[in-house]
Structures are given as C-alpha cells and as structure tokens.
C-alpha cells in the first residue's frame, strides 16, 4: 500500500463494525488491518467501550495506534506519537489524555435524581454486577469487568417505549447530558461525541506533519457512530444483522456494506482504498 502524499488515518467502531455483532470475532477483518499497519496507517478505535476494554483488544490485536473511548469522551494518544503536548491534553501514565466531558460520577448523581421519574424504565452498569453485564452482552465475567470500568458515562439497557426515552433524554439534556442509542445499550454522557474526537484528533496530527494533508476514513454501524461518519472525509456505514443503517446527511462521500460485520468493513475500507488511489 502507498499512501505518501498523505496522512491517512482509519477511525472504527467496534461492536457490531470491527468485530462483529454475535461473536465478537475480528478475524474476517485481519488481512486489512496487517494491510494498513504494515503501511503505517492508523487505526483508532472509536468506540463506546472503556479505555480498560480498549487496551485489552489493542493488545491483542498488536494495535498501537490512539483510540477513543466512551463515545467520544476522551482521546488516549501514545505519549512517544507526539513531541509537544497536544492542545488541551494532560499527561497521565503513558498517554496524551483529552477529556471531553465530565467525570462518571457526575451522570451517576444525576441517575439517581431521575430514578423517581423513570426508575423503572432502565438497569445501568453501576447497579448491575458483573454477572448481569456478561449476561447482557455474551462477555465472560472478567470481560464483563472490564466494560463496567466506566470514567467518564454510563450504558443503561433501556426497557421502556420509545416516547419514554425521548422524554428522558430531554430531561437529561436539560443537565448538559447526551443521550445516545447504540447496538445494545443507551449511552449517557456529556456533550461529546465521537465525532468531535475524530476532529480534534486529526487536527494533532495536522499539525505533526502541516505539509501533508490529514484524511480520514470512518466506519460505524450505529446512530451513536453517525457524528464520526459525517466528519470523516469518507464514511462506511457497516451493515447490521440486528438494526437498519444509519442514515447520513451529505451521504456523497459515504458507502454502505452488502456484508456485515468486519467483513462489510473490510469491503468499506478497500472501497475508499481504491478511491483514493492507494495501492497493495
């Protein structure tokens, strides 16, 4: 692959993107992701799950590249990636951390002052253990561990109408809130979205390198996804076996899958590949 006359950076979501929706297999999707390393290409997880959940799939996959976590709400940079300190980042272990919304705890304070209203209307991560999240999601326990390791939102399973969660949202986003639908959870955060990290992150990479122009591919399968695909430069809205694609505004720079999964993404990102020029 030759990408030298620019800075091409791949943002995925996960769940139901990368990996896919029932067995969170990635394997469809490898022969891509060596493709682009192999070229330097970075591939930033985007995506609702935990820095803690991030980590461990960035690990196992080999991948080194900044990620998002918690839709949107932080943006983790490998501190070596960059000499000079990123604009409004702070340094924390081995990372360039931007933080984009307030800390969990605020949203669970919050949670508790709705309960009366909407109590029965949802479960949420905090007031679940570990078993009831595995149960939830098909994770093992140590797994499910690590996606309760929240810092910044909180996923609720919503249970009541779709009238209902309108007004819980407006409730919410009266406090500064945003409520958002992903694959398999409600997610409640701040006023941060995914694809104001995508902005902000290559806005730094801009700047690392100002003579060669950033662009950016995105793929995502969900409504939560759709503020990163519309900043992207070019967008793969990745077929879904349980919901139907988001639509997009200014769809001319964006492409559906046939095939679901990391095998629609692997279709997506090749697509924009050939676009682009870029060659094996």
Request: with cysteine; proline share 6%; glycine share 8%.
């Amino acid at each position: 692959m030759t990408a030298n006359k620019m800075q091409l950076m791949v943002f995925t979501d996960l769940d139901g993107t990368l990996l896919d929706h029932h067995s969170y297999s990635y394997e469809p999707a490898l022969p891509m992701l060596e493709r682009l390393q192999a070229a330097g290409v970075p591939v930033v997880f985007c995506t609702s799950k935990t820095r803690a959940e991030v980590e461990h799939l960035r690990k196992h996959i080999g991948n080194h590249s900044p990620f998002i976590v918690e839709n949107g709400a932080a943006v983790f940079i490998p501190a070596e990636q960059l000499s000079a300190t990123p604009q409004g980042a702070r340094l924390v272990n081995d990372y360039w951390v931007r933080d984009f919304c307030p800390p969990r705890q605020h949203w669970l304070t919050l949670i508790e002052e709705v309960k009366p209203q909407f109590g029965g209307l949802f479960e949420h991560f905090a007031a679940m253990g570990d078993a009831r999240v595995a149960e939830l999601t098909g994770l093992n326990l140590v797994e499910a561990g690590r996606a309760r390791a929240r810092e910044y939102g909180e996923p609720l399973r919503w249970l009541g109408t779709d009238e209902e969660l309108t007004a819980f949202s407006e409730w919410f986003g009266s406090r500064g809130a945003r409520v958002l639908r992903g694959g398999r959870f409600v997610h409640l955060a701040g006023e941060s979205d995914k694809g104001q990290a995508l902005r902000w992150l290559t806005e730094q990479w801009r700047q690392r390198e100002p003579d060669m122009p950033v662009v950016s591919i995105a793929a995502g399968d969900s409504h939560n996804d759709v503020a990163m695909l519309e900043a992207a430069d070019y967008a793969v809205v990745v077929r879904s076996p349980v919901q139907e694609p988001p639509v997009l505004r200014g769809a001319g720079n964006s492409v559906v899958s046939h095939k679901c999964g990391p095998e629609g993404w692997s279709e997506g990102v090749e697509h924009w590949l050939r676009h682009l020029g870029i060659s094996q």
